[in-house]
């Protein structure tokens, strides 16, 4: 059974960075697409989770919603059981909790806005919080 696991999350001032990294365990994420997604606060349904960015891990396709173009890149590992959200110039309105999920069989391409109903698993998500 494949987890997720998110880790990077924290607080930083407006202009800063973070890197968000998903590990995978119990299987790697060979044939996978790894989607990030943020969920504002105060929101809590699974349907309210925006598409921050995707990777197709044996592709290396990837995607971007076009307010993280040009400063948020995605990345992943060699071995293909971890995935990366390198966060710069960080604004307040990136706020929220950041969850990975992995799409089997997914390629990162065409991303709908219910991306998240594609998604088969799901780690417990990251905070992060840019304020001053």
């Known amino acids: 059974q494949l987890q997720l696991v998110e880790s990077g999350g924290g607080l930083v001032q407006p202009g800063g960075s973070l890197r968000l990294s998903c590990v995978a365990s119990?299987?790697?994420?060979?044939?996978?697409?790894v989607g990030w997604f943020r969920q504002a606060p105060g929101t809590e349904r699974k349907e309210e989770r925006e598409?921050?960015?995707?990777?197709?891990?044996?592709?290396?396709?990837?995607w971007y919603v076009d307010s993280a173009k040009g400063r948020f890149t995605v990345s992943r590992d060699n071995a293909r059981t971890t995935a990366y959200l390198q966060m710069n110039n960080l604004k307040p309105d990136d706020t929220g909790v950041y969850f990975c999920?992995?799409?089997?069989?997914?390629?990162?391409?065409?991303?709908?806005?219910?991306?998240?109903?594609?998604?088969?698993?799901w780690g417990k998500g990251a905070l992060v919080t840019v304020s001053s």
């Open positions: 598409g921050v960015s995707c990777i197709a891990m044996n592709l290396n396709s990837t």
């Open positions: 119990g299987r790697t994420l060979d044939h996978f697409a």
């Open positions: 999920g992995a799409e089997a069989v997914g390629y990162c391409d065409a991303v709908p806005e219910d991306y998240y109903s594609r998604m088969h698993y």
